[in-house]
């Protein structure tokens, strides 16, 4: 066991126990791919760590010993590159099993990787690899993805060397047929080639609705913030197979399918579909016999049209979520199909699970849960006040300067002036609005920019949302603040429909009554919109600002201010 090296308790006897008395102690020369990935291996050669699979019939298994040998061969190929420590690798591996070993054989250097999605056009890594100066990339051998980094390339200053894994291509180093090539000894760097506990490991790049994405970063102590992620709130079990569903290019791939699972002793079960498809998804749910399981609240609804009954689910005994507030009929449709509640955890890429439900107190359906014990979070309101029970106020996270928490991030990469202006103030502010009831459980109200407007009110929309993800005609909706001459802002609803359902105006006034019956009435929609999908980020988030800002544009091209 590992985790009675860096806890000095591991069990509790309630919520107050945990947030009073968990601590986190490790060494100031931490090193996930040795203090982790090659203990286990020291402890256990036959531990398994990871079981991968695809849509085409191919599956792998990998120990703890597996990975270390893997990745001290790939340590030393990129070490072959000329890559060491602080030098920066971009990855666009989707769910490859390579994802891990280069993770960890990059850990292992001391380099700083860069997870991207496939998704990124040749704009988006020329601005990422200048931005960071990148120095090589390693990426799946999928014809878009390598034509977007094959054009970024001459873009790039400081990139060197490019890899590629699963297929050869020409004109690139094949990742599988290179680590042949290397030892699988790797000797732990010394002097200034060994890694600090505040060294930078880890960058991801946010996908921020306003500017261009920002850089955030987190050092080589950041997996031990995600114990609490894996387990105590995604309650992983040691020696049993663990599945969170995220793209390794998304800080959520950091939080369930690597750094806190693995300390935690699970195996990691990665499922590298081609695209999201509920019943595949639920096919290896069943087939593999998982323990524990996390998806966005997204997958859950498109799942529940599914029929999640006939699928045998009796072995996963925790589910959990995050990435969105989960509405509470979907909570309340899973409970009654599985018998199990579905764990809320809040967060961002700039930490660990901040809000959670953990397993001392009874879920609160409709609420994010309650602060993890590495945190000291506060609701402030726009003096820097601290709010009172039932008050809305700002998601903050305390004393961040002076007494900087395991698992959060150390600041923005290369830009020294925003890093001060954000964290070395009074707080880190999340910019994300909740009240806290009597109980200590917080509810999420919204994004500041989200929140409503209208009429004197402030309307958040994650409310207005769940009342009408209870009505049967919706699958999903975004609720957002449209221009109006006399409220300033009403609330607008977008919304996609189950099939069978048509788009009429009477289906409209009666999910606006529906509102009406579920929650204050004020709240209704006085304008609704039907569409085939909703616009969302590449890591599943609904992109509300591009609502409001094309219903702002439609406005001002129907008043004819539009900009020349």
Not at 295 to 315: G, K
Not at 440 to 452: A, E, K, P, S
Not at 493 to 517: F, S
Not at 531 to 549: C, M, N, W, Y
């Amino acid at each position: 066991m590992l985790l009675d090296r860096y806890l000095p308790r591991i069990e509790f006897d309630s919520y107050e126990d945990f947030k009073k008395n968990y601590k986190v102690i490790f060494p100031e020369t931490f090193n996930f791919g040795y203090d982790i990935v090659d203990e286990w291996a020291k402890q256990d050669e036959n531990k398994k760590a990871l079981m991968w699979c695809n849509d085409h019939d191919e599956e792998k298994v990998f120990t703890f010993k597996d990975i270390s040998l893997l990745s001290n061969r790939a340590a030393n190929y990129f070490r072959s590159l000329g890559i060491k420590k602080g030098d920066v690798v971009m990855m666009i591996l989707r769910r490859r099993w390579e994802y891990w070993i280069c993770a960890v054989a990059l850990h292992k250097l001391g380099a700083t990787i860069i997870p991207s999605t496939l998704q990124l056009t040749t704009k988006d890594i020329v601005y990422r690899g200048n931005a960071a100066k990148v120095k090589s990339i390693v990426c799946i051998n999928d014809d878009f993805v390598i034509e977007q980094v094959e054009k970024a390339m001459p873009k790039i200053d400081t990139l060197t060397t490019r890899t590629v894994v699963g297929q050869p291509r020409d004109g690139w180093n094949f990742f599988e047929e290179e680590i042949e090539k290397q030892s699988d000894v790797f000797e732990r760097p010394t002097g200034d080639q060994a890694t600090n506990w505040n060294d930078v490991m880890l960058v991801y790049f946010t996908s921020g609705t306003e500017g261009m994405p920002k850089m955030i970063q987190h050092n080589f102590a950041h997996p031990l913030g995600h114990i609490v992620t894996a387990k105590y709130w995604q309650q992983v079990q040691d020696g049993k197979l663990h599945m969170s569903v995220s793209d390794s290019g998304w800080a959520k791939f950091g939080w369930g399918k690597i750094y806190g699972q693995w300390i935690s002793g699970a195996v990691v079960f990665a499922y590298d579909m081609d695209k999201f498809v509920p019943a595949k998804l639920l096919e290896k749910m069943s087939k593999y016999k998982l323990t524990t399981f996390c998806a966005p609240p997204t997958m859950y609804r498109f799942m529940l049209l599914e029929d999640v009954a006939s699928y045998d689910l009796s072995s996963i005994q925790h589910y959990a979520t995050a990435g969105e507030p989960l509405n509470a009929e979907v909570n309340t449709k899973w409970q009654k199909l599985t018998g199990h509640n579905i764990y809320q955890g809040f967060g961002q890429s700039e930490g660990s699970v901040l809000l959670a439900d953990f397993q001392w107190d009874d879920v609160k359906v409709g609420a994010s849960g309650k602060p993890s014990p590495i945190y000291d979070i506060k609701l402030l309101d726009q003096d820097g006040e601290e709010v009172g029970v039932g008050e809305e106020g700002a998601i903050c996270v305390m004393d961040v300067k002076n007494n900087p928490p395991v698992g959060l991030f150390t600041g923005y990469y290369l830009d020294p002036e925003m890093t001060a202006e954000k964290l070395y103030g009074k707080c880190y502010n999340t910019n994300d609005l909740a009240w806290v009831d009597s109980e200590g459980y917080y509810w999420f109200v919204g994004r500041n920019d989200d929140v409503i407007k209208c009429s004197g009110y402030r309307i958040g929309p994650f409310e207005v949302e769940s009342a009408l993800i209870e009505h049967d005609a919706v699958v999903e909706c975004a609720i957002t603040g449209a221009p109006d001459p006399v409220r300033g802002q009403v609330v607008k609803a977008t919304i996609v429909l189950k099939k069978g359902y048509e788009p009429t105006e009477e289906l409209k006034k009666e999910l606006q009554n529906h509102v009406k019956k579920t929650t204050a009435p004020y709240k209704y929609p006085r304008i609704i919109e039907f569409v085939d999908e909703l616009p969302k980020t590449f890591s599943g988030k609904i992109k509300r600002a591009q609502i409001r800002h094309e219903d702002e544009d439609a406005v001002r091209v129907r008043d004819g201010r539009s900009e020349q």
